[in-house]
């Protein structure tokens, strides 16, 4: 059998820790309204305005504030019970979405009350993310973190392929304001879950009380020291900013490269979330972190071959595979990250440095597609994703050498699970 690979019965082992299958199922429910929501969001902002720059701006407000409160909300998860941080998080989700239920269904909605909603779900989600990141640590045993971050990922990847396909069927046969309506109804489960669940909030908390200040730079400071974190996140910031916008940027991509409305959008929406899911369960039977880092990088490669492969085509079916590798590389590099991450950070530290990879992963791809979505309203999108996309290709090509001392380095890394062969 291959170094690092187990069977699927690996994939099982989390969900005999109850706090674990229950926050697992509540998220699943969550998540699928979340990718509903997402769709009909991305959808909207095009019809309303008919330009690539403001579905790009709308993401960005859903992502980019990531970039600014998210490594507060590091601090914050390192500072108080990050369960309850979740919940609190969650219900001013659930009430963004219903105000976006009663805008779209009485004819009140704007393209700037699209915006200024979407900044306050981006808002919430910049302290959810790293509350909820670090939240699996304290859920499973270390024997079973790495399988748990990755079943995180497939729950999250199964959801943004159905997703889309609900909000595709919803849309058409109802309207969009039935997509929110059922976002807002979801985050009961998470809540619900949540109340269910027994866990100790106290162990992570600091007992020293340093400024919010002097807790943001220490967290950057061990990130960016770090050698095998420092020097990956180097390569996700590239990635985020090159290749990633490819995401937000899709409503766009459907209607002016292949000509298809709100059903082509899920096409391709849930081709990429099928080959996400099919990445999450790969990794998912990993029994140990060696060899992690070159799987990788190979992904990141994949992400940009599947890019050119998508802009060569007219076709949705080609389209749809093209996003399918794309969905497959994003979330290998992604997933990948964050277990690595998870099972050699300091307990004491992991929500900043869990917040710092939140805001590359979900701020600086919104930050590229807005610059993306200028240029393609002068000079059409093909130029800035190939660009982009070649861009990337160049620093990847550029650091071989650099890759393969990251590997080394993080196949020695003291803490790493290493199983049997």
């Not at 720059?53 to 490594?71: C, K, Q, R, T, Y």
């Not at 079943?151 to 058409?172: D, E, K, L, M, W």
């Not at 196949?411 to 790493?416: A, F, H, I, L, V």
Request: aromatic share 10%; glycine share 8%.
């Amino acid at each position: 059998m291959a170094k690092g690979w187990a069977d699927f019965s690996a994939v099982a082992r989390p969900f005999r820790n109850r706090n674990f299958a229950l926050y697992t199922a509540g998220n699943a429910v969550s998540n699928t309204g979340t990718w509903i929501q997402r769709l009909a969001v991305g959808w909207l902002a095009w019809k309303l305005t008919e330009s690539a720059f403001w579905v790009a701006a709308v993401s960005f407000a859903d992502l980019f504030p990531v970039v600014i409160l998210g490594m507060f909300g590091g601090v914050l998860a390192d500072r108080v019970s990050r369960i309850k941080v979740v919940r609190i998080c969650q219900v001013v989700q659930a009430l963004q979405a219903i105000a976006l239920f009663f805008l779209v269904a009485f004819d009140l909605i704007t393209i700037e009350l699209l915006f200024a909603f979407t900044l306050i779900l981006g808002a919430s989600t910049g302290f959810d993310q790293p509350a909820r990141q670090s939240l699996v640590y304290s859920l499973v045993p270390r024997e079973d973190l790495t399988s748990a971050v990755a079943i995180n990922s497939i729950i999250f990847n199964t959801a943004r392929f159905i997703g889309p396909a609900i909000a595709g069927v919803v849309i058409a046969a109802f309207g969009l304001a039935w997509a929110f309506a059922i976002n807002a109804v979801s985050f009961l489960a998470t809540i619900l879950a949540l109340s269910l669940m027994k866990i100790s909030a106290k162990e992570h908390v600091s007992k020293h009380r340093m400024s919010v200040l002097a807790d943001l730079l220490l967290g950057f400071r061990y990130t960016v020291r770090h050698q095998v974190i420092g020097r990956l996140i180097l390569y996700s910031l590239a990635l985020s900013l090159l290749v990633r916008p490819l995401n937000e940027l899709l409503p766009a991509i459907t209607e002016l490269l292949f000509e298809h409305g709100a059903s082509g959008l899920a096409i391709l929406t849930s081709a990429r979330g099928v080959g996400a899911l099919l990445a999450g369960l790969l990794l998912a039977k990993r029994t140990q972190i060696e060899g992690l880092t070159r799987h990788l990088v190979y992904s990141m490669l994949a992400g940009v071959v599947s890019v050119f492969l998508l802009l060569a085509t007219g076709n949705i079916w080609v389209g749809a595979i093209a996003l399918a590798l794309f969905g497959f590389a994003m979330s290998t590099t992604g997933t990948g990250c964050v277990t690595m991450i998870q099972v050699t950070v300091d307990n004491r530290l992991r929500g900043r440095v869990l917040s710092l990879n939140g805001l590359i992963m979900r701020g600086v791809p919104s930050l590229g597609a807005v610059v993306m979505g200028w240029i393609a309203d002068r000079a059409g999108l093909y130029w800035p994703l190939a660009v982009g996309a070649g861009l990337f290709l160049v620093i990847f090509l550029s650091a071989v050498r650099w890759e393969k001392r990251v590997r080394a380095i993080a196949d020695r890394e003291p803490g790493s699970h290493r199983g049997r062969e």
